[in-house]
Structures are given as C-alpha cells and as structure tokens.
C-alpha cells in the first residue's frame, strides 16, 4: 500500500494545488453555473479541465487569481 501524503492525512489540499468541482467553483467565486459557463464562452473566466471521461475541474489557483483581477477591476459586470 502506498503512504499517503502529510496534507492528504489531515484533509488538507495539497500545497501544490487541487481541482474544484463545479460546485466548488461556485461557492468560491458565487456565480451561478449558467454564469460560470457564459464567462467561459466569451474567454472570461479560466477554462476547465477535463479529468476523466465525465468530469472536469478547475485548478483552484485559476480561479483565485481570476477573483484578485476582478476585485481589482474598476467595474467588475
């Protein structure tokens, strides 16, 4: 059997990173789905990737980075 990694023993992320979940994605940004999916459409918000066959995610420092360049956005619609 494999050792686990220190982070993933306490439940932590890992501290290179981890993926969010479309639901993830929403409650850290509070955008809707149909609103995430728009973003993406026009090239507005840090595409997904896919993981496997069904499911896809975003890396969560993406998705940081995007919310720091909005708070920081004059007139952020």
Same mark, same amino acid.
């Given at each position: 059997?494999?050792?686990?990694?220190?982070? @993933?023993? $306490? !439940? +932590? %992320?890992?501290?290179? !990173?981890?993926? *969010? &979940?479309?639901?993830?994605?929403?409650?850290?940004? /509070? *955008?809707?789905? #149909?609103?995430?999916? &728009?973003?993406?459409? @026009? !090239?507005?918000? %840090? @595409? +997904?990737? +896919? *993981?496997?066959? $069904?499911?896809? /995610?975003?890396?969560?420092?993406?998705?940081? #980075?995007? *919310?720091?360049?909005? =708070? !920081? =956005? %004059?007139?952020?619609?």
């Amino acid at each position: 059997m494999r050792a686990m990694s220190a982070a @993933k023993l $306490r !439940g +932590q %992320p890992s501290d290179r !990173g981890r993926f *969010l &979940r479309i639901d993830d994605t929403i409650a850290t940004t /509070g *955008l809707s789905r #149909a609103t995430v999916y &728009r973003y993406i459409e @026009k !090239g507005d918000f %840090p @595409k +997904q990737r +896919q *993981l496997t066959r $069904r499911c896809v /995610g975003w890396w969560e420092a993406d998705v940081l #980075a995007w *919310l720091e360049a909005r =708070a !920081g =956005a %004059p007139d952020a619609t």
